[in-house]
């Protein structure tokens, strides 16, 4: 659960609602989100919040290809879905963990080390009208991750060292048992190896944020 105090929580609510609007990404259209589409007003909004709140760039605020491409194959797959425990790491905007409860996932939960985006995912849990359990644990600070069925990763591997870390939990989860899944568009630092290819998703994307319109993102089961 989030550790925010109720006036912590009520600023974030008033910040995401005056700098986004109601969207549907492009992949995921059954879906909708509190996204951003004037993106110099939501970085320098965050940026006036981060020195009394200590929060992270706005990642929440839009919907990335390797998250759309998750939520995407799991509303296109419930049975493989229904009924499980699925833990989404660095969740964001919660678009992934969204389409898990609606695929029937018997828990979804939605972890993310930035308490803007634990309050921007339950408010598009909301929107969506289904119940997502909120974790705010830095699960690279732990020896291992949480057990869950099945766990997601989308567009997460863009740093050289986070990227190490989590894979490297990643497997370890995966060697327990979890199916872990991987929704990434091509960014530098994802997994190299030790992968099957699910789908493959062609995914607009805001030239502002990827300097090109489209970006490929498949989804990957580690093996």
């Known amino acids: 659960m989030s550790r925010l105090d109720r006036e912590e929580d009520a600023r974030l609510q008033r910040l995401i609602r005056t700098h986004t609007r109601i969207m549907q990404p492009p992949l995921t259209p059954e879906l909708r989100i509190h996204g951003a589409d004037d993106y110099a007003s939501i970085w320098s909004a965050t940026e006036a919040e981060l020195r009394n709140m200590a929060l992270r760039p706005p990642f929440w605020a839009f919907a990335w290809a390797g998250g759309q491409a998750l939520a995407r194959w799991l509303l296109d797959h419930p049975r493989d879905v229904a009924g499980k425990t699925v833990l989404a790491i660095g969740a964001g905007c919660g678009l992934e963990a969204i389409a898990a409860a609606r695929s029937g996932a018997a828990e979804s939960i939605a972890n993310d080390v930035d308490p803007a985006a634990i309050v921007a995912a339950k408010m598009n849990a909301d929107l969506n009208n289904v119940q997502l359990m909120l974790d705010e644990t830095n699960w690279l600070n732990e020896a291992s991750l949480p057990d869950a069925d099945i766990i997601l990763a989308g567009d997460v591997f863009y740093e050289k ?41 062609a995914v607009p994307v805001p030239v502002e944020l990827e300097d090109v319109a489209e970006r490929v993102a498949e989804v990957c089961a580690l093996c």
């Not at 939990?169 to 060697?175: F, G, H, M, P, T």
């Not at 199916?179 to 493959?200: C, F, Q």
């Open 161 to 201: 060292t986070l990227g190490e870390q989590l894979e490297s939990r990643l497997r370890a989860a995966q060697r327990r048992g979890a199916v872990v899944l991987i929704g990434d568009p091509g960014r530098n630092y994802a997994p190299a190896e030790g992968m099957k290819t699910l789908n493959s998703y």
